[in-house]
């Protein structure tokens, strides 16, 4: 049973490097969503297997053990192998769980901040202009969704690359980008390996929204160049913007506007064998969590005399 449970958690530290390749062999919205789900159930087995090994260590205390209403000893390997686990897994459990509430209670924070912002000032459909020194443009999801740009980054772009910025925030917010970006921080939260999965989904999703917009304005030189630009202007400026928030000038630019420079014979994928192996991957990783949380309850259930051994 430990042994299955140690399977969650060794196996994302694969996920980093097989998330890269995954994202270089698929197109970016599928990539996108293969690399979010794998993330969230990696993320699941392990908190999964973190809990049963810190039951299966509070259960050989006699206080718990008894309030378990055990007729017979919890069958598990050695103490000295169990009790550390448990420990262990306690801690980490714990980190993660502070880690990951701060983060929200920050994210909420800075969401309502940007969004009492928007919602003050008088905006043209989607778009709301902020007035700051300080380059900056974003998706911001809610109800309407926002386009909030700042008066500092409209100055640095031409009026075409201004309509090229906005496409591309217009896509992240029809896709749906927030979504993803969210889950791919509360995975990270849940093991330190998919924290690196995390900034691939990231990449994943402004690939997705520069493609969109390409198609939506016709013209990949033109959006190439004002993210480009965008994210020249706003290198040295610090956003406000939650995290979920997506923005065109995030992630390595560079590979993003090389991407978007490439022509469409240049842009065919090689083969896809390293996607099937982060899925296999994240399968294996389930199916050992599940199996190991099935048998330490089938273990309970013969301690508490439910079931023969």
């Given at each position: 049973?430990?042994?299955?449970l140690?399977?969650?958690l060794v196996l994302?530290?694969?996920?980093?490097r097989?998330?890269?390749?995954t994202?270089?062999?698929?197109?970016p919205a599928?990539?996108?969503?293969?690399?979010?789900t794998?993330?969230?159930a990696?993320?699941?087995?392990?908190v999964?297997?973190?809990?049963?090994?810190?039951?299966?260590?509070?259960?050989?205390?006699?206080?718990?053990?008894?309030?378990?209403?055990f007729v017979?000893?919890?069958?598990?390997?050695?103490?000295?192998?169990?009790?550390?686990?448990?420990?262990?897994?306690?801690?980490?459990?714990?980190?993660g769980?502070?880690?990951?509430?701060r983060?929200?209670f920050?994210?909420t924070?800075?969401?309502?901040?940007?969004r009492?912002?928007?919602?003050r000032?008088?905006a043209?459909?989607?778009?709301?202009?902020?007035d700051s020194p300080?380059?900056?443009?974003?998706?911001?999801?809610?109800?309407?969704?926002?386009?909030v740009?700042?008066?500092?980054?409209l100055r640095?772009?031409?009026?075409?690359?201004?309509?090229a910025?906005?496409?591309?925030?217009r896509?992240?917010?029809?896709?749906?980008?927030?979504y993803?970006l969210?889950?791919?921080e509360?995975?990270?939260?849940?093991?330190?390996?998919?924290?690196a999965?995390?900034?691939t989904?990231?990449l994943?999703?402004e690939?997705?929204?520069?493609?969109?917009?390409?198609?939506a304005?016709g013209?990949?030189r033109?959006?190439?160049?004002a993210?480009?630009?965008?994210?020249?202007?706003?290198h040295a400026?610090?956003?406000?913007r939650?995290?979920f928030?997506?923005?065109?000038t995030?992630g390595?630019?560079?590979?993003r506007?090389?991407?978007?420079?490439?022509?469409?014979e240049?842009?065919?994928?090689?083969?896809?064998?390293?996607a099937f192996?982060?899925?296999?991957?994240?399968?294996?990783?389930v199916a050992?969590g599940?199996?190991?949380v099935?048998?330490?309850?089938?273990?309970?259930e013969?301690?508490?005399?439910?079931?023969?051994?």
């Open positions: 049973m430990i042994a299955l140690l399977v969650p994302p530290f694969l996920a980093p097989l998330a890269r390749r994202f270089d062999r698929l197109a599928t990539a996108l969503w293969v690399l979010t794998s993330a969230l990696l993320a699941g087995a392990c999964a297997a973190l809990g049963a090994l810190v039951l299966t260590g509070l259960l050989k205390v006699p206080a718990f053990a008894a309030l378990g209403e017979r000893p919890l069958h598990t390997p050695s103490d000295y192998l169990v009790l550390p686990a448990a420990a262990a897994a306690t801690g980490v459990l714990t980190l769980a502070w880690t990951l509430v983060s929200a920050l994210q924070r800075a969401f309502r901040t940007a009492t912002q928007a919602d000032r008088p043209a459909g989607d778009l709301c202009v902020v300080h380059p900056d443009a974003y998706a911001l999801p809610g109800r309407p969704h926002r386009i740009v700042t008066t500092a980054m640095s772009l031409e009026p075409a690359e201004r309509e910025l906005f496409a591309h925030e896509a992240h917010n029809r896709a749906g980008h927030h993803f969210a889950a791919a509360v995975s990270a939260h849940c093991h330190p390996a998919l924290r999965v995390r900034d989904i990231r994943a999703a690939r997705d929204a520069d493609e969109a917009a390409a198609g304005i013209d990949r033109l959006i190439a160049t993210i480009a630009r965008a994210a020249l202007a706003s400026a610090r956003s406000t939650p995290d928030a997506p923005a065109a995030t390595p630019v560079p590979q506007v090389t991407a978007l420079l490439a022509s469409a240049g842009r065919s994928r090689p083969t896809r064998w390293t192996l982060l899925v296999a991957c994240t399968v294996l990783s050992a599940t199996t190991g099935v048998a330490f309850h089938h273990q309970v013969i301690a508490q005399g439910e079931e023969g051994p």
